[in-house]
């Protein structure tokens, strides 16, 4: 999540307003290490709105998972 945002530039309420998801819970969840905890809602809504944004998520493949920006299509 921190990753993602980082290339978005955008904050946590950013993240926050974007998804549908409270500010605190997005604080919580970025706080703990690991895969992404709570609701399986949540963090679809998340992802939803990460990727409407324009981020890929990137499964193992033997470098670790991780995240990267799409190309713009402009």
Known sequence: MKA???LLDWSQAA???ASGVSLPTVKRLEAS?????GREDTG??????LESAGI???AENGGGAGVRLAK???
């Open 56 to 58: 890929i998520f990137v």
């Open 15 to 17: 993240l926050a307003e």
């Open 33 to 37: 290490d690991g895969e992404l905890g």
């Open 44 to 49: 679809d809504k998340i992802r939803a709105a």
């Open 72 to 74: 713009s299509r402009g």
């Open 4 to 6: 993602a945002r980082a």
